[in-house]
Antibody, heavy 127, light 106 residues
């Protein structure tokens, strides 16, 4: 059974750093993209970025480039999302998800649909 | 960047009604379009992939169609358990979600 299990809720102060995690199981972790999605309170889904754990190829949404860092440790089948200096506006639910892929004309794997999701990690940033 | 729009932003319908949501891309995305359902307090769930393919285990009252820039998501007979927000998502150029359509029961 495919599962993505995220780390627990966090309460932080502005300016603090944070790293949350997403552990995959039940499938070949290095063969699928993992993505991160933000959902601010009462708002819609925003794609933040993706990583391919097999070779650590990482892509960011322009809205989040430079704001967060996505990484993965394939030895423990875990992806990470981190901030170096949190802001109150980072308060949100963060989801990780496995992405089914497709192959372009060059045979390169590209992300497609988010087929399995973690349970979400609530991050609250408040002074 | 590819922008996605959805309409309506919310709707109320009766049990058994046919419900239709539209999604428009800012440029041609072929059939690189997925639909998700998100119930309150839960993670999203993939319902339709590649514009018209039903994900395994998803009830057949859900369907999708379209290609290019215009897409449609339909619930053929609304059920109480379908109360949720529905999102489209393109993957022609990385990923973008639509703003969502909230569906509730009249």
């Amino acid at each position: 059974e495919v599962q993505l299990v995220q780390s627990g809720a966090e309460v932080k102060k502005p300016g603090e750093s944070l790293k949350i995690s997403c552990k995959g199981s039940g499938y070949s972790f290095t063969s699928y993209w993992i993505g991160w999605v933000r959902q601010m309170p009462g708002k819609g889904l925003e794609w933040m970025g993706i990583i391919y754990p097999g070779d650590s190829d990482t892509r960011y949404s322009p809205s989040f480039q430079g704001q967060v860092t996505i990484s993965a440790d394939k030895s423990i089948s875990t992806a990470y999302l981190q901030w170096s200096s949190l802001k109150a506006s980072d308060t949100a639910m963060y989801y990780c998800a496995r992405l089914r892929d497709y192959y372009d004309s060059s045979g390169y794997s590209l992300p497609a649909s988010l087929d399995y999701w973690g349970q979400g990690t609530l991050v609250t940033v408040s002074s | 960047d590819i922008q996605m729009t959805q309409s309506p932003s919310s709707l109320s319908a009766s049990v058994g009604d046919r419900v239709t949501i539209t999604c428009q891309a800012s440029q041609d995305i072929s059939n690189y379009l997925n639909w998700y359902q998100q119930k309150p307090g839960k993670a999203p769930k993939l319902l339709i992939y590649d514009a018209s393919n039903l994900e395994t285990g998803v009830p057949s009252r859900f369907s999708g169609s379209g290609s290019g820039t215009d897409f449609t998501f339909t619930i053929s007979s609304l059920q109480p358990e379908d109360i949720a927000t529905y999102y489209c998502q393109q993957y022609d150029n990385l990923l973008t979600f639509g703003p969502g359509t909230k569906v509730d029961i009249k």
